[in-house]
């Protein structure tokens, strides 16, 4: 399932064929993925200039000359290709089939993007220009604005008695953060997950601060290779693969050093967690 990092490679890789192109031709080939796309979409977009790709929490916004924007979500199994060559081959998930894809957009440059999505939990929309949109309107602030701060994120989890997961989760605290990356920065700050978010010192939250960035740029980083070694080798993008410390990883060594620990996975709020029970606390 794609998370922000995932995101941010797709948008990387889309917005040398985007910005700045018009979007000749709108190929709709059903009404609706998660919810209905809106009836005007294919008149909305043909015609119109992308004056800037841009990304707030897991979306992709289109912004056009005409006012407003596109919102592409990848939703679980959402997947992008561009003239054939793929961008965002995820972890696990199946070959792509042509009749998951649902919008085609041809440049005026002839450069088609594909709207692949298998589980059809992705979602198209339009934002209208000065609208403030209901997917967006409730965000936090994103992992790396500067006003994401330590003192932000303490102040957020201040007297919560739910676990940090779960509040680490919570798009209003901070945006964009999914399963994956939460566990990951738990393990490497040695929290455990069931711990009440409003029970951890603040120079422990300073410390999940600033990991919560760490893992997001190592996987940001490990996705824009993956695009480069892509454009180098054979023009099809391989799967680009994390190599987590706890994620998926139940029963086998922890990889901290000198831990000696096992990885365990629990459930909760009904989504698997794993982390270390020997030096997460
Ligand atoms: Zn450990």
């Not at 059903?30 to 200039?49: I, S």
């Not at 992992?143 to 680490?168: M, S, V």
Request: proline share 6%; hydrophobic share 40%; aromatic share 4%.
């Amino acid at each position: 399932m794609p998370e922000l990092p995932e995101v941010e490679t797709v948008r990387r890789g889309l917005a040398p064929h985007l910005e700045g192109r018009v979007i000749a031709r709108v190929d709709q080939r059903r009404p609706d993925l998660r919810w209905p796309m809106p009836e005007d979409l294919v008149q909305v977009l043909t015609g119109a200039r992308v004056t800037a790709l841009r990304r707030r929490s897991k979306y992709i916004l289109a912004d056009l000359d005409r006012g407003g924007c596109l919102l592409l979500h990848l939703g679980m199994s959402g997947r992008v290709r561009v003239e054939g060559a793929q961008l965002g081959d995820f972890h696990h998930d199946p070959p792509i089939l042509p009749q998951h894809d649902h919008l085609v957009l041809t440049t005026d440059e002839g450069t088609t993007i594909t709207l692949n999505d298998a589980r059809r939990f992705g979602a198209v929309d339009l934002v209208r220009e000065g609208q403030d949109h209901p997917l967006l309107a409730a965000l936090g602030p994103e992992p790396f604005d500067p006003a994401f701060t330590p003192a932000r994120l303490a102040a957020a989890l201040a007297g919560r008695r739910t676990a940090i997961k779960a509040a680490l989760l919570d798009q209003r605290i901070v945006a964009g953060l999914g399963n994956i990356y939460v566990c990951e920065a738990l393990h490497r700050a040695g929290i455990h997950p069931a711990r009440a978010a409003g029970r951890i010192g603040r120079d422990r939250i300073a410390l999940l601060h600033g990991l919560v960035r760490e893992v997001l740029a190592e996987a940001i980083e490990a996705g824009g290779s993956s695009l480069r070694d892509h454009r180098q080798a054979s023009g099809e993008l391989g799967y680009f693969q994390h190599s987590f410390r706890v994620y998926g990883r139940e029963g086998q060594p922890c990889r901290r050093q000198g831990c000696g620990g096992t990885i365990r996975r629990i459930v909760q709020g009904g989504r698997s967690t794993w982390y270390c029970p020997a030096c997460q606390r």
